[in-house]
């Protein structure tokens, strides 16, 4: 067969239509004969050369089709009735090909769908009118069968679920118990199934076993979510359990769900819930329950989330408040607090359940846009562009924990956009202040300009330069969302570096890194941070430290032993003196590392915190001078951060360029000579 194909492919391209056409009529009345003598094999290969010659032939495409069908290859049968319906969509056999192979396919209602449209395009088809009745039979009959074996099980269910209910009405529950059970095996409607559960539920809290009826009333809930019974079946086996806080939560949920006619489940349910918390009042379950202070505030916080959802925004804030004084350390009871007080226009109160959820859990996101969002609409009515700005603030913050959120950048885009209207507003009433005939004056409308939309990394770029590493942080994050580059990446990681965020920092120069291994660039820049990050980590975790001095150590050497072709004098000064540094910086570490080792291991053992008062008395000598120096170089630093900051303030962006280069000159030359003895001859 290949032969032919390629003897066919010579002579379709090499002769004569005319003698082209005649062999695909020899081939075709071929294939027929094979077809009517039951040789499928010979059949297809008589067509399929034939259609070598002619691609376009229908008819060769149709025939092969039904080849194909006689010899079980359905799939096969269906590429070629599909070729045959796109060469020519208004031949009814295309489409009865088709259905053909649908139907030994096992698609039954598909396939009698082309059947249909086949018989409408030729009425008059008898084989066709066959096939439609046949397989019309052969669905209704299946469908017969399926809703016969489904209406029995029902059935069984059905009475199975009766016998439950009659046995536990004569207190026999074991026996209910297998008749519940028996019954969700023949059960396929979902919540006929949440009904058993429940009923199992019932009759395990009748049995004295309310943490199994916990799990069914669980499972009663998962089946019907939305469905009052099933939360009031999790109450009641939480109040046996004596959970209840937990147990108040769930059957306020049920209330929730109760429906306009379940006006008398919702009134038992109400003083069920005032029966609770009077057993809670006079218990004082804050210090005799069994359960931990953090399952109270959970089971507070899903009352507070329950009451959320039905619009109750007092009872809302009310649970979280008692959720918060079972366990004051519990953040999200802030977060959802400070949403419900946001609801009701409290903005003061929101903002200050806000700050304390932040103070709680600072890499929580959705916290800093509470704050955000409390703060903008407190500065909103007095157009305040300080506190605008404060705004602005916490939503980089939340920019800068979840960096994928394009909601929080949007929301400072929004905000950057009205500081810059009020800004306008305040120029042009200054303006008529100085010039009140200024209304007098027709001011033609502006000319239509055109708009230059900056790219994210140049937008990013000039955030760096005037110092502003938030907004620089936001706009390389869009720009890596649209192409993930190496510079993006380092330049992201400097942002964050430059944020004291060094985890962060780390991770996009180890992946800017694994890009490109050898660029030196990044070897140097992720060495400068793990050096600053070994420092932070000093003294809550040593070894980590002692880590990150070690892998800074290796970065500098990487970088000392390449060649930097462009500039070899300044590569080599400049990963040497960082390797020198990285040495001396790991040196004097090593001599204090044992002491701060002692240090944690005695507070932990007293169960304080790492980070806290130091203890001077017994320090040693060197940890006495490394400490000293920490502490005067740090507040040199933040001395000349504030110097920056107030500089950018004023706009003076360039005089900050020029400080941040005399200092970086100073640093290198005070250490040169530290390190360094120079001769008569400057050597």
Not at 118 to 130: F, G, H, I, R, T
Not at 232 to 246: E, H, I, K, M, P
Request: proline share 3%; net charge neutral.
């Amino acid at each position: 067969q290949f032969l032919y194909f390629i003897v066919n492919f010579l002579k379709r391209n090499m002769m004569d239509p005319e003698e082209a056409a005649k062999m695909v009529a020899d081939y075709k009345q071929g294939g027929n004969e094979a077809f009517q003598a039951g040789r499928m094999e010979e059949a297809i290969a008589m067509f399929s050369m034939g259609i070598e010659l002619d691609e376009k032939n229908h008819i060769l495409y149709s025939n092969r089709s039904g080849a194909y069908c006689k010899m079980n290859k359905f799939e096969r049968a269906l590429e070629d009735a599909n070729e045959v319906i796109e060469i020519n969509p208004n031949w009814a056999k295309g489409y009865s090909r088709k259905a053909a192979a649908l139907q030994g396919l096992g698609q039954n209602s598909e396939a009698l769908q082309l059947y249909m449209k086949s018989l409408k395009m030729d009425p008059n088809n008898q084989s066709v009118k066959a096939a439609v009745e046949s397989l019309t039979i052969t669905i209704e009959k299946k469908k017969q069968e399926a809703l016969d074996a489904n209406h029995e099980d029902v059935l069984k269910a059905a009475a199975l679920q009766q016998e439950g209910n009659n046995l536990k009405k004569d207190g026999k529950l074991e026996e209910a118990t297998q008749k519940y059970e028996e019954a969700l095996t023949y059960q396929r409607d979902p919540e006929k199934k949440g009904t058993l559960y429940s009923n199992l539920a019932a009759v395990k809290l009748l049995l004295d076993d309310p943490k199994s009826g916990l799990e069914y009333a669980d499972k009663a809930i998962e089946l019907r979510p939305n469905w009052s019974r099933g939360y009031s079946r999790r109450g009641a086996c939480l109040w046996a359990l004596n959970d209840l806080r937990l147990a108040r939560a769930a059957y306020t949920e049920a209330m929730t769900n109760c429906t306009s006619e379940e006006v008398t489940a919702m009134e038992e349910i109400k003083n069920i819930i005032l029966n609770l918390n009077d057993e809670i009042d006079f218990q004082q379950v804050q210090s005799a329950s069994p359960t931990d202070p953090f399952t109270i505030a959970e089971g507070y916080k899903r009352a507070g989330n329950a009451a959320l959802k039905r619009n109750d925004i007092q009872e809302a804030i009310s649970q979280y408040t008692l959720g918060i004084k079972a366990d004051p350390t519990h953040h999200l009871l802030f977060s959802n607090r400070s949403a419900a007080f946001a609801s009701i226009q409290n903005y003061e109160g929101s903002l200050s359940d806000a700050r304390e959820c932040i103070s709680l859990q600072p890499e929580f996101a959705k916290a800093h846009a509470r704050k955000g969002h409390a703060i903008f609409m407190l500065a909103s009515p007095s157009n305040d562009v300080k506190r605008l700005q404060g705004a602005i603030k916490a939503y980089l913050d939340a920019v800068e924990v979840d960096p994928e959120n394009e909601e929080y950048m949007n929301r400072v885009i929004e905000i950057e956009k009205k500081i810059s209207a009020i800004e306008e507003a305040k120029k042009a009433a200054e303006q008529q202040a100085q010039n009140p005939l200024l209304d007098l004056v027709v001011v033609e409308p502006k000319k239509q300009q055109l708009v230059i939309v900056e790219e994210p990394e140049v937008l990013g770029d000039r955030k760096y330069d005037i110092g502003d590493y938030r907004g620089a942080l936001g706009h390389y994050t869009t720009a890596l969302k649209k192409d993930k580059l190496h510079k993006l990446l380092l330049k992201r990681g400097i942002c964050w570096s430059k944020l004291g965020r060094f985890p962060k920092a780390l991770e996009d120069m180890n992946a800017a890194q694994e890009m490109l291994p050898e660029d030196l660039e990044t070897l140097w820049q992720k060495g400068n941070i793990l050096i600053k990050a070994a420092g932070r980590k000093k003294e809550t975790d040593p070894e980590t430290s002692e880590k990150h001095f070690e892998d800074a150590v290796m970065c500098f050497k990487i970088g000392a032993n390449k060649e930097d072709l462009t500039n070899v004098a300044i590569t080599e000064r400049r990963f040497d003196e960082s390797l020198r540094h990285a040495v001396n910086e790991q040196a004097a570490f090593a001599l204090i590392k044992d002491d701060l080792v002692a240090v944690l291991r005695r507070k932990n053992a007293k169960g304080k915190k790492p980070r806290g008062k130091l203890d001077w008395k017994n320090m040693s000598a060197e940890e006495k001078k490394f400490r000293t120096d920490d502490m005067k170089r740090k507040r040199e630093e933040g001395m000349f951060n504030e110097y920056l900051s107030n500089q950018l303030k004023r706009g003076k962006a360039k005089e900050v360029g020029m400080a941040q280069q005399k200092r970086k000159n100073k640093k290198f030359n005070t250490e040169m000579s530290a390190k360094y003895t120079y001769t008569a001859d400057g050597v």
